[in-house]
């Protein structure tokens, strides 16, 4: 079993920037991908970028080059670095993790632990 911890959410004024960060606590051998989604309110959640153990990434079009994904802390940690911030971009937060093991090849990341999330706003 994996935890998952946010932390880093908070206010700022369009053009500004925040970095989220993730925490893997338990059994974080076993972590094929983990990645970040967000849920404003009225909206369905949306996915915002993910990286699988191979390194690879994949970002939402509203977010690609103004969000980087990255994992740090021997992949215990995955962060978010988000510039350039929109009032769009305000939303509630999560990261999440596909516990399929990471040595093996997947196509796509099929997520299945989830964080508490971590409220990102964003003024004009």
Not at 21 to 44: D, L, N
Not at 105 to 112: D, G, I, V, Y
Request: glycine share 10%.
């Amino acid at each position: 079993q994996v935890r998952l911890a946010e932390s880093g959410g908070g206010s700022v004024q369009a053009g500004g920037s925040l970095r989220l960060s993730c925490a893997a606590s338990g059994y974080t051998h076993s972590v094929y991908c983990m990645g970040w989604f967000r849920q404003a309110p009225g909206k369905e959640r949306e996915g915002v970028a993910s990286m699988d153990s191979y390194g690879r990434t994949t970002y939402a079009d509203s977010v690609k080059g103004r969000f980087t994904i990255s994992l740090e802390n021997a992949k215990s940690t995955l962060a978010l670095q988000m510039n350039s911030l929109k009032p769009d971009d305000t939303a509630m937060y999560y990261c999440a993790a596909d516990l399929r093991p990471s040595f093996l090849f997947f196509p796509t990341c099929e997520f299945k632990s989830w964080g508490q999330g971590t409220q990102v706003t964003v003024s004009s």
